[in-house]
């Protein structure tokens, strides 16, 4: 039987300012791209999040980006492939410990807007994408855009 894996991009919210309603797309999504603060979310918007993500058998993914809050990381960056390592690792490493507090596990990455697609078909941005995912921790999978060149990448890679 074949099966579709419905996701959703959640704790993007600041403080007071609310974007969207994480709970109830909670309800109808089988993976949470949670927001690791570099284009959205704080990290008590994201904790609440991943709580009612854990709370309700919901995969959780690190939705890493380029550290672009203003333009809610839909700008394209050239960015040294060792930087946006640092970036992405540190992504991963902050949603980890805060998955922590609420005995979540983070079980993939899917990168947000500009870096999703830009590591679609730059290799070397998305080596370094990988790179940092391996580094953190290589029991994550990552999601990318169907058939695009980073996915055998990525497999080529051991992810």
């Known amino acids: 039987m074949k099966t579709i894996d419905l996701n959703s991009d959640l704790g993007e919210s600041y403080g ?8 109830a797309m909670i309800d109808i999504v089988s ?3 949670i ?6 979310g704080d990290p008590a918007g994201i904790l609440r999040t991943l709580k009612v993500a854990a709370q309700r058998g ?10 672009d809050i203003v333009g809610f990381g839909r700008r394209d960056m050239e960015i040294a492939p060792g930087d946006l390592i640092a970036d992405v ?12 507090i609420v005995g979540a596990t983070v079980s993939y990455v899917k990168p947000h807007g500009a870096l999703y697609n830009r590591i679609a078909v730059d290799p070397v941005q998305g080596a370094a994408v990988i790179e940092a995912i391996k580094s953190t921790d290589p029991s994550l999978a990552m999601m ?16």
């Open 16 to 23: 007071a300012w609310s974007m969207g309603d994480d709970a």
């Open 31 to 33: 993976s949470a791209n």
């Open 35 to 40: 927001a690791c603060g570099f284009h959205a």
């Open 58 to 67: 919901v995969a959780i993914g690190a939705h890493v980006s380029y550290p």
């Open 89 to 100: 690792a540190y992504q991963i490493g902050a949603l980890k410990g805060l998955a922590n």
């Open 144 to 159: 990318g855009l169907a058939n695009a060149p980073i996915l055998a990448q990525a497999r080529a890679a051991g992810l």
